[in-house]
């Protein structure tokens, strides 16, 4: 399983593809960042219960994509994540 993942800005194509090729492997993942536009467009309040049992991002990485270009973070372990899922409200 990917233990690595390094997260390129769409703006930096040349980086995408140089890390890809030069680090990729099956420990380390390399791709593109999906995310566009404002994640929170519409001015509705938040739900009062929250959906999610468990926060899947623990910080937000949008500095590292706008100066160097990537991020580096480190996958959740399989195990860590399905005891959170699992876990009894």
């Known amino acids: ?3 690595l993942v390094f997260i390129v800005s769409r703006s930096e194509l040349k980086q995408y593809l140089y890390l890809k090729h030069f680090y990729a492997d099956e420990h ?3 791709i593109l960042d999906r995310r566009a ?3 929170r467009r519409n001015q509705r309040p938040p739900p009062l219960a929250e959906r999610r049992r ?3 991002r623990h910080y937000d990485i949008t500095p590292e994509l ?3 270009g ?3 973070v ?3 372990r399989e195990s860590v994540v399905e005891a959170e899922l699992h876990r009894k409200p």
């Open 1 to 3: 399983m990917t233990e």
């Open 28 to 30: 380390r993942e390399v």
């Open 37 to 39: 536009g404002d994640r």
């Open 54 to 56: 468990w926060e899947r």
């Open 66 to 68: 706008q100066s160097p």
């Open 70 to 72: 990537w991020a580096l």
């Open 74 to 76: 480190r996958r959740a």
